[in-house]
């Protein structure tokens, strides 16, 4: 009897830290920016750390920095993102911005990973007596399996759309950015750390 209570403790912990997490949505227009640098009378105000649970985890592993920029054009021409304006570190070095259909690709939940959920489908409850003998047994993998498989499924992809949503609606590569505009935008760069941004003209 012991050994099926550690069992199912045992289960139980694996399954919540396994399940799929939702996505919480960025809003890189209701963001408070706290990181600021000028070029030029062009304002660059960008964010880190903006993805939580697995998202946050695969930034991590992948060794990708996802970041929410807001460009202010105080400037007297217009701008094109990527060609007139470009984003470089702090030493001047540039960066290269990823697609961002390859971020969401990258960061991405894999719905798939849940199969593995349908192995708890042969388990089974048992019931024993007072005299310590079994005397029934209950089939509840048959429910626990594919419904912890389907649920998670349904969770990772509902949020995987939220991400991508989010991703094209804040394309900022190849925008136009008009004198006295501000446009907000989603960039995925490769680095492990935090670094100082800023913009330079051309």
Avoid: H
Avoid at 186 to 197: C, P, R, T
């Amino acid at each position: 009897m012991r050994i099926i209570k550690i069992t199912f403790l045992f289960l139980a912990v694996l399954t919540l830290a396994n399940c799929a997490s939702g996505y919480n949505l960025i809003e890189p227009k209701s963001i408070n920016y706290v990181s600021t640098n000028e070029t030029e009378n062009v304002k660059l105000e960008y964010k880190y750390d903006l993805l939580d649970k697995k998202y946050a985890k695969k930034e991590l592993k992948k060794g990708i920095k996802l970041v929410a920029i807001k460009i202010t054009n105080s400037s007297d021409n217009d701008l094109m993102f990527g060609r007139d304006t470009k984003l470089t570190y702090g030493n001047g070095t540039e960066i290269f911005i990823m697609e961002n259909n390859n971020v969401f690709k990258t960061l991405k939940q894999s719905p798939a990973s849940y199969l593995w959920y349908l192995l708890l489908t042969p388990m089974n409850l048992y019931t024993t007596g007072s005299n310590g003998q079994q005397t029934s047994s209950t089939p509840i993998g048959l429910i626990v399996g594919p419904g912890l498989t389907v649920g998670n499924i349904i969770a990772a992809g509902s949020a995987n759309k939220k991400f991508q949503t989010e991703m094209l609606e804040y394309n900022i590569n190849g925008t136009l950015i008009k004198k006295g505009e501000t446009k907000y935008g989603l960039i995925g760069i490769k680095s492990d750390s935090f670094d100082s941004l800023k913009l330079k003209i051309e």
